[in-house]
């Protein structure tokens, strides 16, 4: 892991050469950008701006102006043509003229007076047309076909009175009514021309009805418009609600749509066919019903702002060098300090903790940066000093762990080994108590054997008591019992000889439990002194070795009670021993002495008291090698069952025994790890120069 870590580090420290390799620009260059942006955009924004402001009041201005142009263009346009509504009226009111309408369609008049009067009607209106070089012709049509029709012109053609012009003039509502231009006219006296038209129906003083109209060439419009310029490219024209063209040089065009769109409001911005943007104006003659119209292109009116343009560039140009004058200064004064940091921070990843800036003389941020660069490495130094010192002392302590572990280790295995053996002796001792009980429960049936004998030597004896007393007349009889009483003494001789043998086996049992015992005890100590010397870790060997030393004190204690009990009962058999002794002689001599019963049967009596009394004396030994079998056999069940429970004790203390030795396996491991790693972490801090 550690291996990974100085991977890690060295990678970390060959990133900043491929970063600094990779940047595309450094902080100096990015300075200059950000100062050179910042002083340009703002000059070359705020002249822009200026550019913009002015060309569009510079348009608007001019977009007033050309609207009162063609407010006082269109009004010229009202003025002029207003004349030949008054030759109109000078029409309708011409008396004289009413009465040669009257006499030249009336019937009671006679044929020349009909021709003289037309004549007068022909006059009459060449000289009102005459007076006038832009008037086309000069009508009067009557609204009923028999009224007739006149023109100064004389050259009318078939009125079509179901035309919309004469019918929206034929109206009595109606004043005066302006017709748009058309070729050839609407009475077809404009040959080869364009004219438009004024008229207005009224009615004669006999009672007809007639409409004056007024033809006008369209040259007359143009005449007026011309001379009026927005701009040197401007164009002036009238159209119609359909936006088209009332008049033109070229005839062709008349009633054709216009170049550019009618304004909405009276006054829009349209991009013409050339691409440019123009000012188009208009305005609406009421009199009329057209337009006059004025279009210009904006880059004319707005061509006094290229010295404001050019004004806004010198002053773009000399910012733009100001500031990369600026820039340059900040750069170096920002760039040269923080590349040196950097050279700095690259030393110092690569371990020389030695190094210092120079600029912390500054009072600006890169003075305070270079201070707290100095603080940074002095409080690295200390710590990579801190921690090498803290390396070495780990590396210390982990040699002695090791070596600690390796001991502890040591001592799991002796306590272990130990353990194994207390173990061991456990079990030895529990089978050795178990053939205890055994010869203890034989014991007890032969104790019961020797109970019963002695009960049968004591009805022996007081029958010979009885025998003795009764004399001579039993001798025969004493030869019988004598010769049974000799068979049952050589039986009691045999079963105290075997009573002994047993009592014999019982001591060498109590023997061998006293060493078992003895060699418990000194493995419960031998335990405590390896659990003492384990230290805390060993407190759990010392309590059970305790326990097992207490077991052990208790085991010897009965052990030497069952042995007095015993020693005492070998006693009551060697002298029951020695009595039966005694009396085998005897029988065997009163065998020989039956016919000397009468001078010894005082003495065989006297010793058949004394017979039975040491047959009570036994009976009362035997009794009390009976209470010390009772007590002999719950001792060994408890001697049994300590040992079973020793057994088990010890197998545990075996079982954690074997724990601590894999525990103390895994310490040691876990010591030598803390050492390599202690020996990693030096070879790592080893690279830094303090």
Same mark, same amino acid.
């Given at each position: 892991m550690l291996s990974a870590l100085r991977q890690k580090k060295q990678q970390t420290s060959s990133e900043p050469h491929s970063k600094s390799k990779q940047l595309t620009f450094s902080v100096g260059v990015k300075l200059f950008i950000i100062i050179f942006c910042c002083v340009l955009i703002p000059v070359a924004a705020t002249g822009l701006i200026s550019n913009v402001i002015s060309n569009r009041i510079i348009t608007d201005f001019a977009s007033q102006s050309a609207k009162q142009t063609i407010v006082q263009t269109s009004e010229k346009i009202d003025a002029t043509i207003s004349a030949y509504e008054q030759l109109v009226n000078q029409v309708i009111t011409n008396l004289s003229l009413h009465t040669d309408l009257f006499n030249a369609t009336n019937s009671l008049t006679s044929t020349f007076e009909q021709i003289t009067a037309q004549n007068s009607i022909y006059e009459r209106l060449s000289q009102l047309s005459y007076s006038d070089s832009n008037v086309v012709a000069l009508s009067i049509i009557g609204t009923d076909p028999a009224a007739g029709a006149y023109s100064s012109s004389r050259?009318?053609?078939?009125?079509?009175?179901?035309?919309?012009?004469?019918?929206?003039?034929?109206?009595?509502?109606?004043?005066?009514?302006?017709?748009?231009?058309?070729?050839?006219?609407?009475?077809?006296?404009?040959?080869?021309?364009?004219?438009?038209?004024?008229?207005?129906?009224?009615?004669?003083?006999?009672g007809q009805s007639y409409v004056v109209l007024v033809e006008i060439d369209q040259a007359l419009l143009r005449r007026l418009i011309d001379g009026i310029q927005l701009s040197d490219h401007s164009e002036i024209y009238i159209v119609n609600g359909d936006n088209e063209l009332l008049h033109a040089s070229d005839l062709s065009q008349i009633r054709t749509g216009a170049a550019l769109p009618l304004p909405t409001e009276g006054q829009s911005t349209e991009t013409g066919q050339d691409g440019n943007e123009h000012i188009v104006v208009s305005h609406y003659s009421e009199k009329a019903g057209w337009y006059v119209v004025g279009s210009a292109p904006i880059s004319e009116l707005t061509a006094q702002t290229v010295v404001i343009r050019e004004a806004t560039l010198i002053t773009i140009l000399v910012g733009g060098l100001l500031a990369i004058a600026i820039s340059i200064v900040v750069a170096r004064q920002m760039g040269g300090p923080l590349r040196n940091l950097q050279r700095l921070m690259l030393e110092g990843a690569k371990g020389n903790l030695n190094v210092r800036t120079r600029f912390k003389e500054r009072r600006d941020e890169i003075g305070q940066v270079g201070r707290s660069f100095n603080e940074m490495m002095e409080q690295?130094?200390?710590?990579?000093?801190?921690?090498?010192?803290?390396?070495?002392?780990?590396?210390?302590?982990?040699?002695?762990?090791?070596?600690?572990?390796?001991?502890?280790?040591?001592?799991?295995?002796?306590?272990?080994e130990a353990t194994e053996q207390i173990a061991?002796?456990?079990?030895?001792? =529990? $089978?050795?108590?178990?053939?205890?009980? %055994?010869?203890?429960?034989?014991?007890?049936? &032969? #104790?019961?054997?020797?109970?019963? *004998?002695?009960?049968?030597?004591?009805?022996? =004896? $007081?029958?010979?008591?009885?025998?003795? %007393?009764?004399?001579?007349?039993?001798?025969? &009889? #004493?030869?019988?019992?004598?010769? *049974?009483?000799?068979?049952?003494?050589r039986r009691m001789v045999e079963k105290v000889d075997?009573?002994?043998?047993?009592?014999?086996?019982?001591?060498? #049992?109590?023997?061998?439990?006293?060493?078992?015992?003895?060699?418990?005890?000194?493995?419960?100590?031998?335990?405590?002194?390896?659990?003492?010397?384990?230290?805390?870790?060993?407190?759990?060997f010392m309590v059970i070795a305790g326990e097992i030393r207490k077991l052990a004190d208790e085991s010897r204690k009965s052990i030497d009670v069952v042995a007095d009990m015993i020693e005492h009962i070998q006693n009551g058999i060697g002298e029951t021993v020695n009595v039966m002794s005694e009396a085998y002689p005897l029988f065997q001599e009163q065998i020989t002495s039956v016919m000397d019963a009468d001078k010894l049967f005082n003495d065989v009596r006297d010793r058949m008291i004394g017979l039975v009394q040491q047959a009570d004396q036994v009976t009362e030994a035997i009794e009390q090698l009976e209470k010390a079998q009772h007590v002999l056999s719950d001792t060994m069940s408890s001697v049994s069952a300590v040992s079973e429970e020793s057994s088990a004790i010890s197998e545990e203390v075996a079982s954690s025994s074997a724990s601590q030795l894999e525990t103390s396996d895994a310490l040691v491991k876990l010591a030598g790890k803390l050492e390599s790693l202690s020996g990693e972490l030096t070879e790592s801090l080893k690279k830094f120069r303090l």
């Open positions: 050259t009318l053609t078939q009125i079509d009175r179901e035309a919309d012009w004469f019918k929206l003039i034929n109206n009595p509502e109606q004043k005066f009514v302006w017709l748009h231009t058309v070729m050839e006219g609407y009475t077809g006296s404009a040959a080869n021309r364009a004219s438009f038209a004024v008229g207005r129906m009224f009615k004669s003083n006999m690295i130094q200390g710590l990579v000093k801190q921690t090498s010192k803290s390396a070495a002392d780990v590396l210390v302590t982990a040699q002695e762990l090791t070596e600690s572990a390796k001991e502890t280790a040591q001592s799991a295995r002796e306590i272990s061991s002796g456990a079990s030895t001792l =529990a $089978s050795e108590a178990e053939r205890g009980n %055994e010869l203890v429960v034989d014991l007890s049936k &032969q #104790l019961q054997h020797v109970v019963s *004998a002695n009960r049968s030597m004591g009805e022996v =004896a $007081s029958d010979v008591h009885k025998a003795s %007393e009764r004399g001579t007349e039993y001798m025969s &009889q #004493l030869t019988d019992k004598t010769k *049974a009483t000799e068979e049952m003494t075997q009573l002994k043998e047993s009592t014999s086996s019982i001591r060498n #049992l109590l023997d061998m439990l006293t060493q078992i015992t003895q060699q418990t005890n000194i493995l419960a100590l031998n335990a405590s002194i390896e659990a003492s010397r384990s230290g805390a870790a060993g407190r759990g």
